[in-house]
């Protein structure tokens, strides 16, 4: 149980253009989900709390116009990257809290590589 | 100063060894304490999770948090090569959502 999917696992695009990221969980509904993104050798910054049915909340320094959050149903969230540049080139991975789970813990998607020539 | 410290290693140890992961934070808001294990271009597994100060113990992984001394460690025992990779913390407050990780500990079990 408690398997998260993201799609697509890498991609690659052109500078100026913009790239959609989605994560499903799978087996299970999740009223939030979080998108987060890891450089190299480096941990896992939250980027973003996304909440079915409402507006994402951004953390500080993250450009809410540029990373475009949308959370429709209580399975499936997605993250536009607009306007991509190669400093945008990263690992973005999701996760999503099982409502149902009495520990809150969040489950973690096999992440997307972007890189952006 | 960062919230979450931990030694990026990388740490290689003979395989049948015990293993010891350490993690100090300053924040002391934290009361939940997890350990994620990650491999190579893949999202984090999560290993345990912990409340509070305690031990809490899962096949050959064992927490432990010490909340008075905001230090939390990961043991493994009897250490495989498939046990291989980065070994994060992750801690959060009580009643919140925001999960704060350390920078990952990157291990190696050698045959």
């Known amino acids: 149980g408690a398997v998260v999917s993201q799609h697509p696992s890498w991609v690659i695009c052109k500078s100026g253009t913009s790239v959609k990221i989605e994560c499903r969980s799978l087996?299970?509904?999740?009223?939030?989900m979080f998108w987060y993104r890891q450089f190299p050798k480096q941990s896992l910054m939250l980027m973003a709390t996304?909440?079915?049915?409402?507006?994402?909340?951004?953390e500080q320094g993250v450009e809410k116009d540029k990373f475009l959050i949308n959370h429709a149903s209580l399975t499936l969230s997605t993250l536009t990257v607009t306007s991509a540049h190669p400093e945008d080139s990263s690992f973005y991975i999701c996760?999503?809290?099982?409502?149902?789970?009495?520990?809150?813990?969040?489950?973690f998607g096999p992440g997307t590589r972007l890189t952006v020539l | 100063q960062k919230e979450v410290e931990q030694d990026p290693g990388p740490l290689s140890v003979p395989e049948g060894a015990i293993v010891s992961l350490n993690c100090t934070y300053s924040?002391?808001?934290?009361?939940?304490f997890m350990w994620y294990r990650q491999y190579s271009r893949k999202g984090p597994e999560l290993l345990m999770y912990?409340?509070?100060?305690g031990n809490k113990e899962d096949g050959r992984f064992t927490a432990q948090v010490d909340k008075s001394s905001k230090y939390i460690s990961l043991f493994i025992r009897d250490s495989q090569p498939s046990d291989s990779a980065t070994y994060l913390c992750?801690?959060?407050?009580?009643?919140?959502?925001?999960?704060?990780f350390g920078t990952g500990t990157q291990l190696k079990v050698e045959l």
């Open positions: 996760s999503a809290r099982d409502r149902l789970s009495s520990y809150n813990e969040q489950f």
């Open positions: 087996d299970f509904q999740a009223t939030t």
């Open positions: 996304s909440n079915e049915g409402s507006k994402a909340t951004y």
């Open positions: 924040n002391s808001a934290f009361q939940y």
């Open positions: 912990t409340y509070s100060s």
């Open positions: 992750a801690m959060r407050a009580g009643g919140g959502n925001k999960l704060t």
